[in-house]
T-cell receptor, first 115, second 114 residues
């Protein structure tokens, strides 16, 4: 079974631009979560989607948004990029949302550099 | 809100020796889940071990075991017979069970000396 796939793996943008990152979860997994990883702040939860609905949201500005499609694939978008948005963005999938007792399966991440 | 604290940023262990990674957390929940995740240099994070708070017995997975002290809100990971492949960043994480959101500690970088 294929793992969580994130694209692109690396990208460089300039301040003010926008970026879209894509995540394909493990087949059959319906919950997709996004995390931002930086050396200073560590891993911070962005949002979670289940059945095309955002179920949970972290403490990030409105420039960060996401969506999920009917095939459970998810995208996240960051508009008006700032230098501080440089980070590794990790996507994780799980079989179900709701009563979560299992594990998250992570992708290798998308490394965003903002110049 | 829950917080997870990993106070040691780095640790080093000799191959074949045992190392313990520390984690403390704070929550008002009585039922929850705790995890240790491993992030090797290739960056894909994988689950090492999981502990349900309602279980008194400490979880064990091969060379990995935890020391879960609920009253002290402590959740340490013991790696026995350390191997070179254990070198990675290790994250302690908390989950309420209500959804799949994990609250992570800052992580600890473990190096293994041959």
């Amino acid at each position: 079974k294929a793992g969580v796939t994130q694209t692109p793996r690396y990208l460089i943008k300039t301040r003010g631009q926008q970026v879209t990152l894509s995540c394909s979860p493990i087949s059959g997994h319906r919950s997709v979560s996004w995390y931002q990883q930086t050396p200073g702040q560590g891993l911070q939860f962005l949002f979670e989607y289940f059945s095309e609905t955002q179920r949970n949201k972290g403490n990030f500005p409105g420039r960060f948004s996401g969506r999920q499609f009917s095939n459970s694939r998810s995208e996240m978008n960051v508009s008006t990029l700032e230098l501080g948005d440089s980070a590794l963005y990790l996507c994780a999938s799980s079989l179900v949302a709701g009563q979560f007792t299992g594990e998250l399966f992570f992708g290798e991440g998308s490394r965003l550099t903002v110049l | 809100a829950q917080t997870v604290t990993q106070s040691q940023p780095e640790m080093s262990v000799q191959e074949a020796e045992t190392v313990t990674l520390s984690c403390t957390y704070d929550t008002s929940e009585s039922d929850y889940y705790l995890f240790w995740y491993k992030q090797p240099p290739s960056r894909q994070m994988i689950l090492v071990i999981r502990q349900e708070a309602y279980k008194q017995q400490n979880a064990t997975e091969n060379r990995f075991s935890v020391n879960f002290q609920k009253a002290a809100k402590s959740f340490s990971l013991k790696i026995s017979d350390s191997q070179l492949g254990d070198a990675a960043m290790y994250f302690c994480a908390f989950n309420t069970g209500a959804n799949s959101k994990l609250t992570f500690g800052k992580g600890i970088t473990l190096s293994v000396r041959p």
